[in-house]
């Protein structure tokens, strides 16, 4: 009876399982995993002679000790280990030691406990090292396999993943996705905007040749690959391949079993020196560099780069993601000592840049610790600190809290108030991105602007809060921000509502909302401010406009008391189409094909207002455009213009830059006021960096200052509008390798701005210079370290590139018509690109290490704007422009 209930078990079980191992005897096999860490070539393709990696190579003996109709309990033991180079090198560059290359992995056995073909759970010594262990787990996943095709759940080294089988007569294909493997992500991370991301490529597939009575795996080969490249420019990237063979060698008898009624009791009598351990890799944490160093020599070292007046430069790029480095590991009390101290008070502004985007509870607690969020007197810290935090990739709620609550409890300071409220916005943005739209504090905070910007009475609030909202960009709050840009009790709401309009969709505009817009910028009801109907029109032309909304605009063109209106909106319809096609083409048959509506006169109105958009740069990775609207008062003065940079790159589209430039309240000096415009004299500068809102620099706000400024400065005089370090790239990463490797990526980007800007305006002579001065460097730098324990390899990238764009716009006025001439320039810069590969053992005495390094020219640039503009430049300067 009892012959006859074994003979059952292993009949149902071999029915279950595809590998059938029989107890009491011994199979050999033959164990290789090789690893290798290069930069892909433009094809994905890893070069294998350049690469830097190691091989791994074990005598496996694996027996089955027991089982029943689900269960399997099999043992792995390795006998024999070494480690050695996966490249040919040269003796002088060999990183392995006779003596310490073999025995990596230890001779203690691990058992595996599968259910159904599956892994469940590892038992080993509670001596086993977590690298001879992850090794073990490495080829215990190699284990797993079912024998009917299809998609499975399977828990092994890499996580917990789907794979798909593929089953022929001998053969077993399993491939995992990689994408879909859950494990421990304790300290991941990365920028929810895809823009600033890591594009992944993944595959790994394992093959199975079985047996002739398939019941064994003759051979098992995988094959593993991950590529990461940097969306933007995928130029920069790192690729990893995984390879691991487990070959028949041969199969010995008399080998002893294990005896009990489950699987419990089996594992129970293996005795207190064996313990369950996980199938998913134990996290190695590699060595530390920049780290294990005392801050204060960290900083000291990069002290002159992180002064002010190399902001805007390569140089300060690079040093703020070093000390980056260093205040992520470091706790509150060694940062407070670093920030407070007298030595670095040259470099204070920057260190709280660093410390706001640490993103640690101790630099969160630190900072909140040394800065009074109320305290006007450190206005310049404070507005460093809340720009740096606007760009955080992965906020804490008790950032979000305490800004709130700051705000809550009310902000006496005007310009405090309003840059707290701009970053709380951008806050609960990433964290709506990140999938937290729901949470309570992201709630809380969309509650408040709503309550604060209906509870607040002075326009100033209602300004700070509208602003707010464009960072925040609630899909649910437009209609209430439509109201304000209709209704709102100054030109100034009114501008401001509708300025926030601008970065919500258009699939947001109900019909409501499109026509408040049009009875705005058609004067249904009452008279709007220029900048109020010209922002309104932007709205309605951008924003999937209606054939019959595209005919009463250009049928509007007729208007001849407002000439600039006109003319920017025919150049902004122009533009439109130009840039659109699918638009161009819906509106022909009805709308641009009647000449009623679309004719000569129409399209060819006086007036200096400019829209124009055109490509910076067009590359395999990413498509650069710029725009520029401009719109002129009716005397011929500015009365705001924007010049955005936008990148389209992995099916998304971001600003990266936007400058704006705005002067209101001047009419009068120079004739005729708008009627509409309420607004005092005041002349500023606004931007936007990434979709993120900062507050607006005011050159002159009032008329005493406008009269202070036109005597004593000129367009010589630049003045700083925003100068700083914000995070962009901030990845961290670890992908868990079928053969229980270990790989650690991070990524950073560090921007350093320096964004000027000057306006001269003389009444007297009649004329206007405006200048805006974008400069700024990008510092990217990308480690990918590769760790078994015994051995390592990383290998490490920098990219930098440091670029200035100027925007300048003269005006004269003296005489009708009015003259105006725009420049944009970007002068020559060049993108280096530096790598450095490593491989480093215990044993060695030093890394063996390989460094290249790249450099790209981008030459000088003079931007082509519209037509006209090339006239009227040679009418103001000649062959001077």
């Given at each position: ?9 292993v ?6 399982l ?21 930069e ?15 091989e ?6 694996i ?9 399997q309990?099999i ?35 691990v ?10 759970q ?44 593929l ?37 790994i ?17 995988s094959?593993?690959?991950h590529?990461?490249r ?34 419990d ?91 706001a ?22 206005l ?19 950032i ?20 707290v ?21 992201v ?16 326009d ?16 649910d ?24 309009l ?7 505009f ?59 909106l ?42 124009y958009?055109?490509i ?45 430039l705005?002067?209101?309240g ?75 490797i ?54 490490e ?32 810069f ?11 053992s215990?044993?060695a ?23 006209e ?12 422009e």
């Amino acid at each position: 009876m009892k012959i006859r209930v074994e003979a059952l078990l292993v009949f149902i079980s071999s029915s279950v399982l595809a590998l059938n191992y029989e107890a009491g005897k011994s199979y050999k096999y033959d164990y290789r995993t090789t690893l290798l860490l290069n930069e892909p070539t433009s094809d994905g393709h890893l070069p294998t002679k350049s690469s830097v990696g190691f091989e791994l190579a074990a005598t496996v003996d694996i027996s089955l000790q027991w089982q029943d109709a689900e269960n399997q309990l099999i043992k792995i033991q390795v006998s024999e280990s070494k480690v050695g180079n996966a490249v040919p090198r040269k003796k002088a560059d060999t990183v392995f030691s006779k003596s310490e290359s073999f025995g990596v992995i230890s001779k203690d056995p691990v058992y595996v406990h599968l259910k159904n073909g599956k892994i469940t759970q590892l038992y080993a010594s509670v001596e086993e090292p977590t690298s001879s262990l992850n090794a073990k787990r490495g080829i215990a996943s190699l284990l797993q396999v079912q024998h009917q095709d299809g998609k499975v759940n399977e828990i092994d080294a890499s996580g917990d993943c789907t794979v798909e089988y593929l089953v022929t007569e001998d053969r077993i294909v399993k491939t995992k996705d990689a994408d879909s493997c859950k494990r421990p992500a304790e300290g991941e991370f990365s920028n929810p905007k895809k823009i600033l991301g890591v594009e992944m490529e993944s595959a790994i597939t394992t093959t199975y040749l079985l047996s002739e009575d398939k019941s064994i795996a003759k051979t098992i080969s995988s094959i593993e690959s991950h590529t990461g490249r940097i969306v933007i420019r995928k130029s920069i990237a790192t690729s990893v391949l995984s390879r691991q063979s487990l070959t028949y060698v041969s199969t010995g008898g008399d080998k002893s079993t294990l005896e009990g009624a489950s699987v419990d009791d089996v594992v129970a009598s293996l005795g207190s020196g064996f313990i369950a351990q996980s199938p998913i890799t134990d996290v190695i944490e590699h060595q530390c560099s920049v780290g294990c160093r005392p801050v204060a020599e960290i900083i000291n070292e990069v002290r002159e780069q992180l002064k002010s007046e190399h902001l805007g430069t390569v140089e300060s790029a690079k040093a703020y993601l070093i000390v980056l480095e260093k205040f992520r590991s470091i706790g509150k009390d060694a940062l407070i000592e670093v920030i407070v101290d007298d030595e670095n008070g040259d470099i204070l502004p920057q260190l709280i840049d660093i410390a706001a985007v640490a993103q640690t509870t101790a630099s969160h607690e630190a900072l909140m610790e040394i800065l009074d969020l109320r305290d006007a007197e450190i206005l310049d810290l404070l507005d460093r600190y809340l720009v740096s935090v606007s760009f955080l990739s992965h906020p804490s709620d008790e950032i979000i809290e305490k800004l709130l609550t700051t705000l809550k409890e009310g902000i006496e300071h005007e310009k405090i108030r309003e840059s707290v409220a701009l970053a709380l916005g951008a806050l609960v943005h990433t964290h709506c991105l990140q999938g937290k739209c729901d949470s309570q504090v992201v709630q809380d905070a969309k509650a408040w602007f709503s309550e604060a910007l209906e509870k607040f009475e002075e326009d100033i609030d209602k300004v700070i809060y509208l602003r707010a909202m464009s960072n925040s960009r609630f899909p649910d709050t437009v209609p209430m921000i439509a109201k304000y840009a209709q209704h709102g009790a100054s030109s100034k709401v009114q501008v401001a509502a509708l300025e926030t309009l601008k970065v919500f969709d258009s699939s947001h505009f109900t019909a409501e909302i499109r026509q408040a817009l049009n009875a705005i910028y058609h004067q249904n009801k009452h008279n709007y401010e220029t900048a109020a109907r010209g922002n309104a029109a932007n709205l309605i032309l951008t924003k999937n406009p209606t054939q019959q909304e595209m005919a009463n605009l250009l049928l509007s063109l007729s208007d001849t008391e407002n000439l600039e209106m006109t003319a920017f909106l025919q150049r902004k319809i122009r533009d439109v189409l130009h840039m659109n096609g699918e638009m161009r083409k819906s509106l022909q048959k009805d709308v641009l094909s009647d000449p009623r509506v679309y004719n000569y006169d129409m399209l060819a109105k006086s007036g200096m207002s400019v829209s124009y958009s055109s490509i910076m740069a067009d590359t395999a990775d990413a498509l650069a455009t710029y725009s520029l609207d401009m719109l002129m008062s009716k005397t011929g003065i500015l009365r705001q213009s924007y010049t955005d940079v936008m990148m389209t790159a992995g099916n998304e589209t971001a600003t990266i830059v936007s400058v704006g430039l705005f002067a209101t309240g001047l009419d009068g000096f120079l004739g005729e006021a708008d009627e509409a415009d309420d607004n005092e004299v005041a002349s500023g500068i606004g931007i936007s960096i990434m979709d993120v809102r900062m507050r607006p620099f005011y050159f002159f706000s009032g008329y005493s200052e406008m009269m202070s400024m036109m005597w004593s400065a000129s367009a010589d005089n630049i003045i700083t509008a925003m100068a700083g370090n914000v995070l962009l790239h901030d990845k961290s990463q670890r992908l868990l390798l079928q053969s229980g490797i270990n790989i650690d990526s991070q990524l950073r980007g560090g921007l350093s701005l320096d964004l000027s800007g000057s306006v001269e305006i003389s009444l007297w002579d009649r004329t206007s210079i405006s200048l805006v001065s974008n400069g700024g460097a990008l510092a990217v730098r990308g480690t990918t370290i590769v760790d078994a324990g015994f051995v390592s390899c990383s290998l490490e990238y920098t990219a930098d590139a440091e670029a200035t764009m100027q925007f300048t716009t003269s005006v004269d006025f003296y005489d009708e018509p009015v003259k105006v001439c725009l420049q944009m320039s970007q002068p020559a810069f060049n993108l280096r690109h530096d790598i450095k590969k490593q491989e480093k053992s215990p044993s060695a005495e030093k890394p063996f290490e390989v460094e290249v390094t790249r450099n790209d020219f981008v030459p000088e640039k003079t931007y082509l704007l519209h037509p006209e503009n090339s006239v009227m430049c040679d009418l103001m300067f000649g062959e001077e422009e």
